[in-house]
């Protein structure tokens, strides 16, 4: 038996339409799962689906919003009814503003715990009921290295992400005698639209000093890229991880 295989599971990826939650996803889908997704809008759902087609992934995609307790549970529900039980939960989706704190409104400061933490929490609370019944589930949180340290202007961020890090340890104290698995995965610096301010050339032609102190910083001296995630996400997505929780 190959206990990375993930045929027959049922993967749930938020965020999913692109970044490092779309890597993820397809990931997923190479060691044989069943990839389901959601966005904010069908536009964004529709052209999410052509990208996964292009790739040979047959996606299942779902407009939700993952700050709405009522629109994940009716989401979930079909899911489940549509694809089938949900056997892997991403929660990937999330959002940062580079804002130094004195200058953040509460209202922005709110948005992104809202969206980074809350979410999680509603969407895994959605899913762990029929993770229970099913007698297995695996839930991986996208943390950072927010979750660790603090940095300038990103106190919404830093404090979601550390909040994060609590919640998947709550979640696998609390749910692990129920075969569910719950993890985080904390990425360096991952090239994607998110980060790309960091990565513009300054106008003299010259790299963003923070990127410049990324590439010194990195032993493989360059950012990483959404593939970089591939293997540590199957890893805890599969039966390989079944004794692994982030306690």
């Not at 089938?84 to 400061?109: H, Q, W, Y």
């Amino acid at each position: 038996m190959n206990p990375f295989d993930l045929t027959g599971k049922v993967a749930f990826v938020t965020g999913a339409a692109y970044g490092i939650g779309y890597g993820i996803a397809k990931s997923f889908a190479s060691a044989g799962a069943t990839i389901v997704f959601n966005d904010l809008s069908q536009e964004k759902i529709d052209e999410a689906l052509k990208s996964y087609k292009a790739d040979g992934i047959d996606a299942h995609g779902y407009v939700c919003d993952v700050t709405n307790e009522e629109a994940v549970n009716a989401t979930v529900a079909k899911i489940t009814e549509e694809v089938g039980v949900i056997d892997i939960l991403v929660n990937n989706a999330g959002i940062i503003k580079r804002v130094p704190m004195v200058e953040m409104s509460a209202a922005d400061f709110r948005q992104v715990i809202d969206i980074d933490l809350n979410g999680p929490f509603i969407v895994s609370k959605a899913v762990i009921p029929h993770m229970i019944e099913k007698g297995h589930g695996k839930i991986i949180n996208i943390c950072s290295m927010m979750s660790e340290l603090g940095r300038e202007t990103v106190s919404a961020y830093a404090a979601a992400k550390g909040g994060l890090k609590m919640l998947t340890k709550n979640i696998a104290s609390e749910y692990g005698e129920f075969n569910i698995q719950c993890n985080g995965l904390g990425p360096g610096y991952i090239a994607t639209p998110q980060t790309a301010p960091l990565r513009e050339l300054q106008e003299d032609g010259s790299r963003h000093p923070f990127d410049q102190f990324i590439i010194a910083k990195t032993p493989a001296a360059r950012w990483g890229t959404p593939e970089d995630l591939q293997g540590p996400a199957i890893f805890l997505a599969s039966d390989a991880s079944n004794f692994v929780s982030f306690m």
